[in-house]
């Protein structure tokens, strides 16, 4: 039904897309594109819990703050661990885009991506921090529909296609066609289990002690799922476990590769495991568009190649593929009357559904 108090609302607020990331945040704006992309951080006072920074400057204290202070992750697997926080995060956010954007009071309409393996309490969660932090309505969508919608898939066409979302927390794999998820699957190895068995793989072999920084660092500059042409080398620093002093090492591809070999396996075998519930027409279809690769992890060197190796198919990386999330969050409540079927949940007239 027309509501002429939300209309004249739309004319001066701002329709939001957000990827609620375990790593980072992303926000775009109808018309804007994005317009911020930040780690998903919150330093807060221990005892007052008073937020003292969010977002890249809150990061930058990780593993550096005193006592008093903790930098944590609010998200955890792609789902909300610390519903307080989360809230201060998207309010602050949403407060963001306002200022940037030089408007005050109305409040936006918000479509946040969630996991397609959300439970429904995790569902609400979400919802309910949105609205808490400023949001006028609030909308969920499945961050694989996000991601094709993003990626320019033609989700709302007979003709199937296939995303595979290699994010900090989670990895979507997914097929869609005609506006809905046909088949997905929804595992908790992603960016974060690569950072953590880089590190793993140097303290055992080196005694080498590192953190999550340098981890993710490594990992971006020379990790590879797959072989490269020129093999490359990297200097780690970190602290030795076996004299306790600082430590300076040279580790190469082929090492990291070896170590991220369990996390980008998974990877594949859920990828294979989603093709063969997949039913045989849309399996065709994917055999001629092939799957887009989208999320942070999907600029890992080498990783199409080898999922395009154990699928037979052609693998490629979306363009930008760090955004596709969130932009295609906003652009639903760009065409919202008609690509309103793909979001996961709505809220109405104070019912949850």
């Not at 959300?118 to 006028?136: D, Q």
């Not at 699928?311 to 363009?319: D, E, I, K, S």
């Amino acid at each position: 039904m027309f509501n002429p108090l939300n209309a004249l609302l739309g004319l001066f607020s701002l329709d939001i897309g957000i990827d609620l990331g375990t790593a980072n945040t992303l926000v775009s704006v109808r018309g804007k594109g994005i317009v911020i992309n930040e780690p998903s951080v919150v330093a807060i006072e221990a005892k007052t819990k008073r937020v003292v920074a969010i977002g890249l400057e809150a990061k930058q204290m990780v593993g550096r703050t005193p006592a008093n202070i903790v930098a944590v992750r609010p998200l955890r697997d792609g789902v909300i661990s610390d519903f307080d926080t989360t809230e201060k995060m998207l309010l602050y956010f949403i407060r963001r885009v306002h200022q940037q954007m030089m408007l005050s009071v109305p409040r936006p309409r918000v479509v946040i991506g969630i996991p397609s393996g959300c439970t429904e309490v995790e569902k609400r969660a979400v919802y309910e921090a949105a609205l808490n932090a400023g949001a006028r309505e609030a909308y969920l969508i499945e961050e694989p529909m996000a991601a094709a919608i993003g990626a320019d898939l033609p989700v709302t066409d007979s003709v199937g296609s296939m995303v595979v979302d290699v994010g900090g927390g989670t990895t979507e794999v997914a097929v869609i066609a005609l506006g809905g998820i046909v088949v997905a699957r929804s595992i908790r190895v992603a960016g974060d289990e690569m950072d953590e068995e880089i590190m793993r793989y140097v303290r055992e072999k080196y005694n080498l002690l590192i953190g999550e920084r340098m981890a993710e660092k490594v990992k971006i500059a020379i990790g590879s799922a797959y072989p490269l042409e020129q093999e490359q080398t990297m200097v780690v620093r970190g602290r030795s476990l076996l004299t306790g002093l600082p430590q300076a090492i040279e580790v190469s591809s082929v090492e990291i590769r070896e170590a991220l070999a369990g996390p980008v396996r998974i990877i594949a075998e859920e990828v294979r495991s989603t093709l063969d519930a997949t039913p045989p027409e849309l399996v065709a279809d994917l055999m001629e568009n092939g799957i887009a690769l989208v999320g942070g992890g999907a600029l890992l060197q080498g990783l199409a190649q080898r999922l395009s190796e154990e699928t037979r198919m052609r693998v490629y990386v979306a363009p930008d593929p760090m955004t596709c999330v969130a932009k295609g969050a906003g652009k639903v409540l760009e065409e919202l009357d008609v690509l309103r079927k793909v979001l996961a949940a709505t809220h109405r007239n104070g019912r949850w559904r």
